[in-house]
């Protein structure tokens, strides 16, 4: 086992292993782009539906069991339905990815909205807002938190599941993984999977520091009486 460790951290600290196309470097560029990317698209298509739902407590039965339903879905298997319908591509690897984000952002997102207490809402509405002014003046501040932890999980799902680009013969810090071991090749699925975990980690603390952020920069929301 330290003789392990220690291969390891030659492997980790190797100039050569973070140089030249299949380095460390372009591998992490390359994760991050497909997580990122992935994250982004699954935020766009399911915090309106969240939001939406949240905000006129229609379809909430439908979305959350859609939900629940993508959840379930085996990614790999997923990617390779797209995979056998669309050819050698980097669409069945975004979609497996998108439909892995989007269940735990919608759920997130009307969880966040379905606990802004009610007296809060009509006492907006009694100051004369109209139905969007609630929506983004008041419902969506207090949800926030809860938003930000879906966005949070989502990201840090996608970034552990994107090593599949790896599995239709893509990039991304997956190719030490799959061939590590292909090759039996320990220390390479290892450092492989060392890696994922810090990109997850580092993505998920720069997420909280823009929740931070906003908290800090946001007045604390007052109780009209």
């Not at 006129?56 to 085996?74: D, E, K, M, Q, V």
């Not at 056998?84 to 909205?113: D, E, R």
């Not at 009694?126 to 983004?136: A, N």
Request: glycine share 10%; hydrophobic share 55%; with cysteine.
């Amino acid at each position: 086992m330290l003789e392990l460790l220690k291969n390891l951290g030659r492997w980790l600290t190797s100039g050569a292993q973070w140089s030249g196309p299949d380095g460390i470097t372009t591998r992490l560029l390359e994760h991050l782009q497909y997580s990122v990317l992935a994250t982004v698209v699954a935020a766009l298509i399911a915090l309106p539906v969240g939001l939406l739902i949240g905000h006129t407590g229609r379809g909430a039965f439908l979305a959350i069991n859609l939900s629940g339903f993508g959840r379930a879905l085996p990614t790999v298997g997923l990617v390779t339905l797209v995979f056998l319908a669309s050819g050698l591509s980097m669409w069945p690897v975004y979609i497996s990815l998108v439909a892995l984000a989007v269940p735990v952002i919608v759920t997130n997102t009307y969880a966040g909205m379905a606990a802004v207490d009610p007296e809060v809402r009509d006492a907006a509405r009694g100051q004369g807002m109209r139905r969007h002014q609630v929506l983004l003046q008041v419902e969506l501040p207090l949800a926030l938190p809860l938003i930000m932890t879906g966005l949070r999980l989502a990201c840090t799902q996608v970034v552990a599941t994107a090593t599949i680009a790896a599995y239709v013969s893509f990039g991304g810090l997956g190719r030490y993984v799959f061939d590590g071991l292909a090759q039996r090749d320990l220390v390479q699925v290892l450092g492989g999977a060392v890696l994922v975990a810090v990109l997850a980690i580092a993505l998920d603390l720069a997420l909280a520091s823009v929740q931070r952020l906003l908290f800090r920069n946001r007045p604390a929301p007052s109780r009209a009486r």
